[in-house]
């Protein structure tokens, strides 16, 4: 099973390490940022965050020869709080990498793909008890086509939802891929890409998340702290660009005379974003869609 971390020296580069300074890996994955961050460090720590055993586990592989990082087996949501319970209150750097990692898109039982016949899981945390599953063979036609329509940009969101309701109860993936197929038949791409990625996002509030822990990581950045994200959809970055955007200015209302122009807290060091360069998407696609945005506390 293989991993390939996207835009590496990228995100090493825009966190700006330094070799004593408190780091904290949002996404641990497969432990290739973890990896090039650590290598940057001295005395310096590592906090890495993720919910996936099987991610975990492998991390530690990767990682055996280091020794000054921390796993915490939890969602990044809670990384102000878990941070808190080790006396960690400031931070020199974060780094989000919003990708699914290879593990959880090959791991066929975890239902993230719509290439394969599996259960409609899609679950980041396995413990919760709401799941794909669930989320269509008991919402109504109106929450289902909102979820299409809002998170996965779907416009045939309505008559996805009306064949659901009409096929009731689904238990696999290929029973909601063969539903898009029959409404998307025309469409460019894979029938189902953008129903799957809407329940996904639906499953894990990954939406909520990002704004809660974006907020956050603001609040505990050192001086010179940087703030790192990897999106590979427009509504994560969509969130991501408004919250640089509105973090780094100041909103004057007009005609009021301004003596001494009040300062922000932050500076956006991306004013567009970063993309992969053409080699990398050309070894590995899944970089196609990836984009860097990062944010500099004064």
């Known amino acids: 099973m293989k991993h390939?971390?996207?835009m590496k020296q990228e995100a090493i580069e825009y966190l700006n390490i330094k070799p004593d300074g408190i780091y904290v890996d949002g996404t641990l994955g497969g432990a290739g940022h973890a990896k090039l961050i650590l290598e940057h460090l001295t005395t310096g720590h590592l906090y890495a965050f993720d919910q996936d055993d099987f991610a975990i586990d492998y991390a530690k592989t990767v990682l055996k020869d280091f020794s000054n990082y921390t796993i915490i087996q939890s969602n990044f949501k809670f990384m102000k709080e878990r941070l808190s319970e080790l006396g960690i209150h400031q931070i020199d750097g974060l780094l989000?990498?919003?990708?699914?990692?290879?593990?959880?898109?090959?791991?066929?039982?975890r239902g993230f793909t719509y290439l394969k016949d599996?259960?409609?899981?899609?679950?980041?945390?396995r413990s919760q008890e709401l799941n794909a599953e669930v989320i269509l063979n008991t919402y109504t036609m109106e929450e289902l086509a909102k979820i299409f329509f809002v998170y996965g940009e779907e416009k045939n969101s309505f008559k996805i939802a009306r064949r659901i309701i009409e096929k009731r109860p689904l238990k696999s993936t290929m029973e909601l891929v063969k539903i898009c197929d029959s409404v998307n038949y025309n469409e460019k791409g894979h029938s189902s890409k953008r129903v799957f990625q809407a329940l996904r996002i639906a499953v894990n509030d990954e939406l909520t998340v990002l704004e809660d822990v974006l907020k956050d990581a603001v609040d505990m950045l050192n001086p010179e702290g940087r703030l790192v994200v990897i999106t590979f959809h427009s509504l994560e970055d969509r969130i991501v660009k408004h919250f640089f955007r509105d973090e780094s200015t100041i909103d004057i209302p007009k005609h009021m005379p301004i003596m001494i122009l009040p300062d922000t807290k932050t500076e956006v060091i991306t004013r567009k974003p970063v993309y992969p360069s053409e080699a990398e998407i050309t070894r590995n696609s899944r970089a196609k869609s990836a984009k860097l945005r990062a944010l500099k506390r004064k």
């Open 4 to 6: 390939e971390t996207v």
């Open 118 to 125: 599996t259960s409609l899981d899609m679950r980041m945390d």
């Open 96 to 109: 989000l990498d919003l990708g699914l990692s290879s593990f959880q898109i090959d791991d066929e039982a």
